[in-house]
């Protein structure tokens, strides 16, 4: 009898421990066909140049103030200077405004960029719709644009996320599929690292240009909001280019002023019941810098009544198990997770790994340096974690991932995707991730998001 029993009991064992170790959460199952992720080539149709002389090309939008009663408008003459004029008008009306933007341009080892123009339109009405033309004569184009409504506690508002996108085959379908997705996305929350210009020799800037083709059929219609990622920073001495951010800084300009911030790597915006914080990965952030000194500033001014909704958004993740960039965002986990957890961040998005992940709500604050406390803690006031690296670019997927799962893993894809942040109110989010592979209205991943302020409850979807 005793012998009979032996084998049963050794099982039961086996199995609880198992289930200890596994204590994590999910790693799909989905499988992807593996198949190399490659650029698509200059002479590609998503590439074309608007026809007709100096027209208007890599037009683009972003949130021009720090409360969606402004939008800046860009875009890129290839053969002259031409206008810096905006003329907007309402979409029921006949009656056209105009506002008068800047000019820049740069050259970059042996490129000499077209003339890029930035227009900020101020005083716009709250959630209107709007047309803009940009270009002269012959070669006027016309875009339209949706304000945000006023900022408030129970405003319903969209946002869609794309992280670490490029321009390969893989960020096309990310794209179509963010465009298909029957959740509506309003802006994109962008997470850094654009148009991976940086990969070709001599930081090949053509591929910036291009970028800014491809993208337009989204950036000119719906603002996206810019984070930096490493690839924007083409820091290249070796060929006399020593100037960090130098293409990034003359092609996207973000409203940093209006937040306080004093450089456009750091800065804040509020947006329809959302607080959006944008961190600088790769800007100091140490004790005493610039951009830690904003964010102590910063984050006291949140106003959860206003805006219920704290997203912050950075480019290197604090909680990452696959097995790239392995740490690369703890430096700045450890300077300001505390700050997170104490004004209850809703969500981080973050890009960097190529690949997808969600976290459960946790935080590793208490460790000290003798007390050896530093295992991440199931926390309800700290946020959820969202890689979402996985827009598509020519570098390909991280598939590699730190076995077993840790337990503060919730979710996670080796896939590419895209996801969307769909406020309802004051208490309620959903949020839904897509990878490429499936129709546009399926999820791989979703979470209700219950608002840390308001309805601080564990909506954790583990256990
Ligand atoms: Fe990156």
């Not at 949020?431 to 546009?440: K, L, P, V």
Request: charged share 20%; proline share 6%.
């Amino acid at each position: 009898m005793g012998v009979l029993w032996w084998p049963v009991f050794v099982v039961g064992v086996l199995v609880l421990e198992s289930a200890l170790i596994a204590d994590g959460g999910l790693t799909s199952s989905f499988v992807r066909k593996v198949e190399k992720t490659i650029d698509m080539p200059l002479d590609s149709d998503v590439f074309t140049t608007p026809p007709g002389y100096n027209a208007p090309q890599q037009v683009h939008i972003t949130q021009g103030d720090h409360v969606g009663k402004a939008m800046i408008v860009s875009w890129v003459t290839m053969d002259e200077p031409g206008s810096n004029t905006v003329y907007y008008w309402r979409q029921n009306s006949k009656r056209k405004m105009k506002a008068e933007g800047m000019l820049t341009k740069y050259s970059f080892f042996n490129y000499t960029s077209g003339f890029i123009h930035h227009c900020n339109i101020t005083h716009l009405k709250h959630d209107t719709k709007y047309n803009y033309m940009v270009g002269t004569g012959h070669t006027t184009r016309t875009f339209w644009f949706t304000t945000p409504p006023e900022v408030g506690p129970d405003v319903p508002y969209t946002f869609g996320l794309i992280g670490d996108l490029g321009q390969s085959y893989d960020s096309n379908i990310t794209l179509s599929h963010y465009e298909m997705n029957p959740v509506k996305g309003q802006t994109v929350l962008f997470v850094g690292d654009i148009s991976y210009a940086d990969n070709y020799p001599n930081h090949d800037n053509r591929r910036w240009d291009s970028w800014g083709r491809f993208a337009e059929r989204s950036t000119a219609y719906q603002p996206w909001i810019w984070t930096v990622g490493n690839h924007e920073i083409d820091f290249a001495p070796e060929i006399g280019e020593d100037e960090p951010f130098k293409p990034y800084s003359h092609r996207y300009h973000v409203p940093y002023k209006s937040s306080g911030s004093t450089a456009p790597f750091w800065y804040s915006i509020k947006r329809a019941s959302a607080h959006i914080i944008v961190l600088a990965s790769y800007s100091a952030y140490g004790k005493y810098t610039p951009q830690y000194k904003w964010l102590e500033q910063e984050l006291p001014k949140v106003n959860r009544t206003e805006t219920p909704w704290l997203i912050v958004l950075m480019h290197s993740p604090w909680y990452n198990s696959y097995n790239y960039h392995y740490m690369e965002g703890e430096t700045m986990r450890v300077m300001y997770e505390p700050w997170f957890v104490k004004y209850k961040v809703d969500v981080v998005f973050a890009g960097h790994v190529h690949a997808y992940e969600r976290s459960e709500r946790v935080s590793n604050i208490a460790y000290n340096i003798v007390n050896g406390i530093c295992k991440p803690v199931t926390d309800q006031s700290a946020p959820v974690y969202i890689t979402i690296g996985d827009g598509g670019n020519l570098e390909g997927l991280a598939t590699n991932m730190t076995e077993p799962q840790p337990e503060y893993s919730a979710f996670r894809e080796a896939s590419f995707g895209h996801a969307t942040f769909d406020i309802k109110n004051r208490t309620h989010a959903f949020y839904g991730w897509h990878r490429n592979q499936d129709g546009s209205a399926v999820t791989g991943d979703t979470m209700w998001f219950y608002n840390r302020y308001w309805h601080p409850e564990d909506e954790s979807t583990s256990v």
